[in-house]
Every structure is written in structure tokens, then in C-alpha cells.
Nanobody, 115 residues
Framework: QVQLVESGGGLVQPGGSLRLSCAAS????????LGWYRQAPGKQRELVAT???????NDADSVKGRFTISRDNAKNTVYLQMNSLKPEDTAVYYC?????????WGQGTQVTVAS
């Protein structure tokens, strides 16, 4: 199982920006597809963005044009740059990967968008 540790959450005003980071353990990072998910209070966890081993990305419609997922294989880290944040982006954000059928999740980082 891959250990994932998120950081970078916090309180930000509407229209502001945050960059989340997710550091992964192990030597398999470069061959992992990675994703960011989020879960708001009372709602199901939803996919935000994914990035493949080749660097191909896929974003949820709700964040297109505002969020950007990227990865640095040398640092075993995946990022989520979040711009033009809205109150409805408030959630706990989780990093995810899967290898050989085993799913790994980080502990989550809270993002709160409020004035």
C-alpha cells in the first residue's frame, strides 16, 4: 500500500487560491495514476481531478478552468492548484491512488472558502 500525506489546506476568501500537495511513499510513484477527491459535509466523496503516469489529466466539470492537477515524479508529489475558489469548493480534499487493486487514501486536508 502507498502512504499518502496531503498538505496545503486552509481558510481562503472567495476568489482566492490554494495549492494542495500530496506526498507519496515508496518507489512506484512514477507508475501510479493519481487523483484528488473531495467530500463536503453531508455529501458523497466526488472526483476532482486525475493525472496519469503520462501526465494526461481529467477534471470534473465543476472545477474546469479553475483547478489544475500536476505531478513531480522526482519529488513523489502530486499537486492541486486551485484558483478562483468558491464557497461550494469547501470540503475535505483527499489524495488517492491504486496499485494492483489496492486503494490508498491520504488523511485529507480541509479547504474552507468563506469571507
Amino acid at each position: 500500500q502507498v502512504q499518502l500525506v496531503e498538505s496545503g489546506g486552509g481558510l481562503v476568501q472567495p476568489g482566492g487560491s490554494l495549492r494542495l500537495s500530496c506526498a507519496a511513499s515508496g518507489s512506484f510513484f512514477s507508475i501510479l495514476d493519481l487523483g484528488w477527491y473531495r467530500q463536503a459535509p453531508g455529501k458523497q466523496r466526488e472526483l476532482v481531478a486525475t493525472i496519469s503516469t503520462e501526465g494526461n489529466t481529467n477534471d470534473a466539470d465543476s472545477v474546469k478552468g479553475r483547478f489544475t492537477i500536476s505531478r513531480d515524479n522526482a519529488k513523489n508529489t502530486v499537486y492541486l492548484q486551485m484558483n478562483s475558489l468558491k464557497p461550494e469548493d469547501t470540503a475535505v480534499y483527499y489524495c488517492h491512488t491504486e496499485i494492483l487493486g489496492v486503494h490508498s487514501w491520504g488523511q485529507g486536508t480541509q479547504v474552507t472558502v468563506a469571507s
